[in-house]
Nanobody
Framework: QVQLVESGGGLVKAGGSLRLSCAAS????????MTWYRRAPGKERELVAS????????HYADSVKGRFTIARDNARNTMSLQMNYLKPEDTAVYYC?????????WGQGTQVTVSS
């Protein structure tokens, strides 16, 4: 079965960096685009960044452009999100996601907290 496991979250001061990882299993990783989402307290879920199957194409929310970088390693079935110049408004639970066979699959999420 599809499994997505996020890691790398934590507490960081504003201006700092974190690197999130998503380990995937149960499907042919290189066949699917992957996405990072986040949900902040009291807010709707937000698409943060997405990446095509080969990694050639990426898309970012305006709020993170120039600060976050999404990447994937198809040989290792992993996806990452390098987050630099973090802001308090980046505080959220971050999730990796795939859309496969008309179904959304989610990991358990990893908490990112940015203090001012």
């Amino acid at each position: 079965q599809v499994q997505l496991v996020e890691s790398g979250g934590g507490l960081v001061k504003a201006g700092g960096s974190l690197r999130l990882s998503c380990a995937a299993s149960g499907f042919i990783f290189g066949d699917y685009a992957m996405t990072w989402y986040r949900r902040a307290p009291g807010k709707e879920r937000e698409l943060v960044a997405s990446i095509s199957t080969t990694g050639e194409n990426t898309h970012y929310a305006d709020s993170v452009k120039g600060r976050f970088t999404i990447a994937r390693d198809n040989a290792r079935n992993t996806m990452s999100l390098q987050m630099n110049y973090l802001k308090p408004e980046d505080t959220a639970v971050y999730y990796c996601n795939i859309w496969r066979s008309n179904t959304d699959y989610w990991g358990q999420g990893t908490q990112v907290t940015v203090s001012s």
